[in-house]
């Protein structure tokens, strides 16, 4: 009996000391929870800075948003049906006289796809996207802010900048202000405006990356802005504005080892995208300059033998008799470092500077020659037409090529003893489109060896019925078979 006394009085002192603690532990917390409250709040200032700048970013998107449309687009492909491993040609050799009519037999579907674009001219409807968005469409569909949706005809389209101009019949357009990209800044805000997986008219914004991005493989033609501003798939042709509501970029692509935003995404300068609308709209081409000469980056080495203080220019390798730097004097190993009163950055900028000047234009370029500074003057051409074969003539016909160069031949990866040309592009409704593809090196037609584009005219000009077309492509050699069809 004493025992459990004991046992229930020495519970009952554990069980006010636990009570004593626990106050004590919750009259602690609620001071140190009070001190964090007090401590730590928002100054008055603070808000309002931040709500200001939320207002503000709220406005630019609020004057924005109506001049953004989502563009959809359906097209009907045709594919033979043939399952694997039955498409292989050696299977073929064996089956075609058995199945021939089930191998020979087509099957159409239709495929749709979708991205964004912008209104840049209210009164006649002419709406600025990129061209892989329409490419190959037979229907566009174009759904406004108000949600009224009309047919889109396309006017015109450049892929060597990826730049296509569609219209619209529709009253009450809102067209969107133009900025100037060259005036953009790195670290400067940014919002992009578009249509990612679907979802209409989503913002994001962020800051310029890097400003005349060259060599990312996406279009011939290239000097984008980088932005950190989340690009998804369906963001490409919508707008890139700077903090005043104008147009400084086109969404092109993004950067992505997953088909994700990833923090890299590329636009078109609106000033790059404006002389192809225009001349898109004026001429139903794209007009551009041509000063003739094969130009590579200025390398550290060559730089400090010139006494350059900055590795930059552009250094000529080649230049093409008769043409406007042929009739300026300039010769091989010059470095050109101005261009029309533009500093020249490396060989690529100066690539852009040349094809955005108007043919007839006289310019004033910089060069140093042995060390020493001259100046020139040259009239810019017009960029000549490439030479391609004819579509009724070849199985091979709308596929554009250029010779392998060393520079080329570095960025592809291609062992020393590969030779061959590079497709630098294929045209709509080429046999080859789906099958070959743009930076694919061809090394073999028909058991003839190509070794430059000359070699590739003259073999597929002979090339009516069917091609077997050896090839690499990231590092790899393959091929593939393409036939005249019906």
Not at 310 to 334: C, L, N
Request: proline letters at 3%; zero cysteines; a positive charge.
């Amino acid at each position: 009996m004493k025992g459990n006394k004991k046992f229930i009085i020495s519970g009952a002192i554990l069980i006010l000391i636990g009570i004593t603690i626990g106050l004590i532990l919750a009259s602690k917390f609620d001071i140190q929870t009070k001190g964090f409250s007090e401590d730590y709040q928002i100054s008055k200032e603070s808000q309002e800075t931040l709500s200001k700048i939320g207002n503000a970013m709220a406005e630019v998107v609020q004057a924005v948003r109506p001049s953004v449309v989502n563009i959809y687009t359906t097209k009907k492909i045709k594919r033979q049906n043939i399952p694997f491993p039955f498409n292989d040609p050696f299977f073929r050799r064996f089956f075609d006289e058995e199945f021939g009519d089930f191998f020979g037999k087509q099957r159409e579907f239709t495929q749709t796809s979708l991205g964004s674009g912008v209104i840049v001219d209210g009164v006649n409807g002419y709406i600025l996207t990129n061209y892989h968005v329409i490419k190959g469409a037979d229907e566009i569909k174009v759904k406004l802010f108000d949600k009224r949706v009309f047919d889109g005809n396309i006017i015109g389209y450049d892929a060597k900048t990826d730049i296509a101009v569609i219209k619209i019949k529709a009253d009450g357009l809102r067209a969107i202000k133009w900025g100037d990209s060259d005036k953009l800044k790195v670290g400067e805000t940014v919002i992009a405006i578009g249509n990612p997986y679907g979802l209409n008219l989503t913002v994001t914004s962020g800051i310029v990356s890097a400003t005349g991005r060259a060599n990312v493989g996406i279009s011939d033609y290239e000097d984008f802005i980088q932005t950190d501003a989340a690009i998804n798939p369906g963001n490409s042709g919508g707008p890139l504005v700077n903090v005043k509501g104008e147009l400084v970029g086109i969404n092109t692509a993004i950067f992505s080892t997953t088909g994700g935003y990833q923090g890299i995404g590329f636009a078109i300068p609106s000033n790059m995208a404006k002389v192809v609308m225009d001349n898109l709209i004026k001429h139903k081409k794209v007009v551009r300059g041509w000063l003739g000469v094969t130009v590579m980056d200025v390398d550290p080495q060559m730089a400090k033998a010139n006494n350059m203080k900055e590795v930059k220019g552009a250094v000529v390798t080649d230049v093409q008799e008769g043409s406007p730097a042929d009739k300026a004097k300039i010769t091989m190993k010059d470095i050109i470092i101005t261009f029309d009163g533009k500093e020249v950055e490396d060989s690529a900028h100066l690539r852009n500077l040349v094809v955005s000047t108007p043919p007839g234009k006289t310019v004033k370029i910089e060069i140093i020659r042995n060390g020493k500074h001259y100046s020139v003057t040259a009239t810019v051409g017009e960029l000549p037409a490439e030479k391609k074969v004819s579509l009724s003539d070849s199985v091979l016909a709308g596929i554009y090529v250029e010779d392998l160069t060393p520079k080329l031949r570095n960025q592809l990866g291609l062992p020393s003893r590969v030779n061959g040309v590079v497709i630098s592009s294929i045209e709509q409704g080429a046999r080859a489109e789906g099958v070959l593809m743009r930076g694919d090196v061809i090394v073999e037609i028909n058991n003839q060896k190509i070794n430059n584009s000359k070699d590739f005219a003259k073999v597929a000009a002979q090339t009516k019925g069917s091609a077997t077309v050896w090839f690499y492509r990231n590092g790899r050699g393959l091929y593939t078979i393409l036939n005249a069809g019906e």
